[in-house]
């Protein structure tokens, strides 16, 4: 298993990547396309297809495809470990998985009992990573997450002297449990911690431990007394993953589980050293200049100021910015990974596209009173560019 740095983040959207041909000459890519609409066209104009791009496949090294069934046999041991613990629940355990070898941070939107909490543990212990559970609260300050200093003396010298003594957030998996508790300056110091992965304190920056993955929980249903966290703190989060209700069969057999004396221990999967590995196997995939550009164009589609489009035009403010398109690709990269795909398909981009777009677009108040959301704003693009 190879085991290197991760790349650059991703969430920089002024970072200047690699040249597509340098940074993904790893993987041949196999997977099925199809020609999307462009962005912006009128309902009923004709869509011109995107032009074909005539490029030799990257040559293929076995160490690289290696790894890649590597990470694949990977996933399929988390799942069935995961599933010892959670019932059903696997579009939200491939999201966790995508995000985690994407490298980037993810926020579960669900009503309380749908064991968003004990899917994040479980997975930190499968994934043998330091786990820290922070319960956000009104009351909770900066400090109670990042750290404090502390004045010590030398009982010999009698000399005092600070000592920075880490917080909660210095572990490898975070589970901010219902985020939009706390007040907007211990937030924002969680944000700053998710982008910059290092904490400040006494004029001394810290680094966190790598990989730094944080994953947060919102309840929808109470917003009193809450601090909902606004859309350019929102955009911090690769994935936006609504969790929903189990089917009837799921949930009696999470009854029959729980209401017993059965324990189930899960087995250690994978090592730090393991996932930072994939995380750098993630940023070879390859992936076609069409394929490129239809992500941006589904992006792009989301903006009611550069779209012709009266739907999007009537009811969106404000459209999903670069980041978006950024992290459309990436997670669309793990997707073909762990699904044992070498490259990237059209089905990758459309089933991400929820994930990655619902938090970023910004319906307007009209929107609001006839009760549309951003999901109705992406299905109809996805709808139209499909």
Known sequence: MMSTTAGPDPDQTDHDPRPEDEATSSVAETGPESDADEAGVEEDAPVEAAPAVATKAPAVSGDELEQAAALAAASERVRSEVAKVIVGQSRVVDHLLIALFSRGHSVFIGVPGLAKTLLVSTMARVLDLGFSRIQFTPDLMPADITGTEVLEEDKGSGRRSFRFVPGPLFANVILADEVNRTPPKTQADLLQAMQEREVSSGGTNHALPDPFLVFATQNPIEQEGTYPLPEAQLDRFMLSVQVSYPSEAEEVRIVEETTSDKRQDVERVLSAEDILGFQELVRR??????????????????????????????????????????????????????????????????????????????????????????????????????
Do not use: M
């Not at 070498?342 to 991400?352: F, G, I, K, P």
């Open 285 to 386: 995939v390859p992936i076609s200049e069409r394929l490129a550009q239809s992500a941006v164009r589904l992006v792009r589609a989301t903006r009611p100021g550069e779209v012709q489009d009266e739907y999007v035009r009537k009811w969106v403010e404000w459209g999903a910015g670069p980041r978006a398109s950024q992290n459309l690709v990436l997670a669309a990269k793990a997707r073909a990974l762990i699904s044992g795909r070498h490259a990237v398909s059209d089905e990758d981009l459309r089933e991400l596209a929820p994930a990655v777009l619902g938090h970023r677009v910004v319906v307007n108040f009209r929107a609001e009173a006839e009760g549309l959301g951003s999901g109705d704003i992406v299905e109809h693009v996805l709808r139209k560019h499909s």
